[in-house]
């Protein structure tokens, strides 16, 4: 459902052998970014559109780690384990984790809105490894500092 937000999900029919998106629940819509407002369901650019959650990270991810592969073109492949921002893995002799220290680094990106018989959740993403979590919107939403985007979100807490 990258293709659609929730809230545009009666604006289009189901097609034999689909879903109904307006009456399935654990289904993964597109973030409602301000900017896409003219931008009619489907029509979107970019179809994996993530907004960067700077500062989150929390350390219930510490348990739940993931795996970076890096790679050189000499052939070289380092399988790196991912902490999602909450802290380095531990190195060794030959290798030496350290954070860089120019810039904001961010690691969680929100990557999607799910409809659950539970109200409105989010998908959030590791940037680095790609591991994927499914949490409260109020878990993330200070992180949120575009205006428009933060009042979309804080609508779905209230149910509209």
């Known amino acids: 459902m990258n293709y659609i937000r929730y809230e545009d999900r009666k604006k289009v029919s189901k097609l034999e052998g689909n879903i109904d998106c307006s009456q399935e629940y654990r289904l993964f819509w ?18 994996w559109r993530e907004y960067p959650l700077k500062g989150f990270s929390p350390d219930i991810f510490n348990d739940k780690p993931g795996y970076m592969k890096m790679h050189h073109e000499t052939g070289l492949w380092l399988s790196i384990k991912c902490y999602h921002g909450s802290k380095l893995p531990e190195g060794s002799l030959d290798i030496k984790p350290q954070w860089n220290v120019h810039g904001e680094k961010w690691f969680i990106s929100l990557h999607n809105i799910v409809n659950t018989k539970d109200g409105i959740k989010v998908e959030i993403r590791c940037h680095a490894c790609g591991k994927y979590w499914t949490c409260n919107i109020s878990d993330i939403i200070e992180y949120v500092r575009d205006a428009a985007l933060k009042k979309r979100l804080e609508n779905y807490l209230k149910g509209e």
């Open 30 to 47: 597109r973030i409602p970014f301000p900017d896409e407002d003219n931008i009619l369901p489907g029509d979107y650019e970019d179809d």
